[in-house]
């Protein structure tokens, strides 16, 4: 399941020249990096990983940040077509740049959820929007073989105190969902809103379902399961 061609960030296209052994040179496609400060090294040595392994047709992907990247797909779903494509800290420009490797291997299905991070960095719910609505039309476009299932942000909860960049941004997360529902109708995707069934009375994250107020434990994943196991199967 290797990929020939990429495009990658300069950090990612270093790695891949490492790997070519006695003077043999690889083909790699470049692009221009956002800037440094926005990509933990986590990101470009997962990216880089990514991009080696591949996909295929069959493969499902689990695609986003820190949510999907905390899961053991395969296992809960107990299916070996899925794969785990979340890396922690990632934004929608993130997910952008490190597309190419899974669209050229066309894969069945792509289950999409970002826009946490984004939401830290005070962005405004149409741009964080306009963002993963750009993902969800390059996805389109360029595998349109591909089932693309586009899930809600999760509800967050602030009590922890744990995230001060999250600090009151909770109705920016709500609104960022009332903008993707449609438009995920509109551009060809199935919408699947995952924010009601981890929200408490006031609706915020379930603090049986997290010990931080924004990633999940495990019962979280097993209602993340039962959600998306049906479009799974399907």
Known sequence: MKTRNFILPVALVATACLTSCGGQSSEVTTTTPPPAEKFTELYYQRASLFAELGVDSTTIVMLGNSLTHGCEWHELLDNNKVVNRGI??????????????????????????????????????????????????????????????????????????????????????????????????EKGATWINLYPYFCDDEQNLRKD?????????????LIWKEVIMPYIEE
């Open 88 to 185: 922690n800290g990632d934004i929608a420009e993130g997910i952008d740049l490190r597309l190419n490797s899974i669209l050229e291997g066309k894969p069945a299905k792509i289950f999409l959820l970002t826009g946490a991070n984004d939401v830290s960095h005070d962005l405004t719910p149409d741009s964080i929007a306009f963002a993963i609505g750009a993902l969800v039309d390059r996805i389109r476009t360029e595998s349109p073989s591909t089932k693309l299932y586009l899930q809600s942000l999760l509800p967050i909860n602030n009590s922890f105190g744990r995230y001060k960049k999250m600090a009151g941004k909770e109705q920016v997360i709500r609104d960022i969902n009332t903008l993707l529902e449609p438009m995920a109708a």
């Open 209 to 221: 379902l997290t010990n931080d107020g924004l990633h999940l434990l495990a019962p979280g994943y």
